[in-house]
């Protein structure tokens, strides 16, 4: 499915950083976006798990305090094998890194970004979507 210009989507942000999100939340709400955000990688599981039926995208930052990125990514794709995962890092990626992750996600981007590159990341993720029915929010 290919995201139409102007479709409402939920997006998950996790980042430890309290700027960081609420930067990403304005720039997702100001482009009509629905966001959910989590700063702890064990609050962003409980989270995941009970929304992700209507989660569309999550972003998840690389370093957290509790868990890392990969951790956080894998616990997502055990709950749901289909989610669209944005992968995001201020951090060098090693080779070892990104083979790990990028099967796992849609795309990496790196900080800092701009909004413009933020919601080109999330247009991607839903683009790149295998599924030939409509948004995720279009489930029950």
């Given at each position: 499915?290919?995201?139409?210009p102007g479709q409402?989507?939920?997006?998950?942000?996790?980042?430890?950083?309290?700027?960081?999100?609420?930067?990403?939340?304005?720039?997702?709400?100001?482009?009509?976006?629905?966001?959910?955000?989590?700063?702890?990688?064990?609050?962003?599981?409980?989270?995941?798990?009970?929304?992700?039926?209507?989660?569309?995208?999550a972003v998840v930052?690389?370093?957290?305090?509790?868990?890392?990125?990969?951790?956080?990514?894998?616990?997502?794709?055990?709950?749901?094998?289909?989610a669209r995962i944005?992968?995001?890092?201020?951090?060098?990626?090693?080779?070892?890194?990104?083979?790990?992750?990028?099967?796992?996600?849609?795309?990496?981007?790196?900080?800092?970004?701009?909004?413009?590159?933020?919601?080109?990341?999330?247009?991607?993720?839903?683009?790149?979507?295998?599924?030939?029915?409509?948004?995720?929010?279009?489930?029950?």
């Amino acid at each position: 499915m290919t995201q139409s210009p102007g479709q409402r989507v939920t997006v998950f942000v996790i980042d430890d950083d309290v700027r960081m999100l609420a930067v990403c939340r304005q720039i997702l709400e100001h482009a009509g976006h629905n966001v959910l955000v989590a700063q702890r990688g064990e609050d962003a599981i409980g989270t995941f798990h009970e929304h992700h039926p209507t989660i569309d995208v999550a972003v998840v930052d690389w370093k957290l305090p509790d868990l890392s990125g990969d951790e956080i990514i894998e616990q997502m794709l055990e709950i749901d094998p289909e989610a669209r995962i944005v992968f995001f890092t201020g951090y060098a990626v090693d080779e070892e890194t990104r083979r790990r992750v990028e099967p796992k996600t849609k795309t990496l981007l790196r900080k800092p970004f701009d909004g413009q590159q933020l919601l080109d990341a999330i247009q991607a993720a839903m683009g790149s979507d295998n599924h030939d029915s409509g948004s995720r929010t279009s489930k029950g």
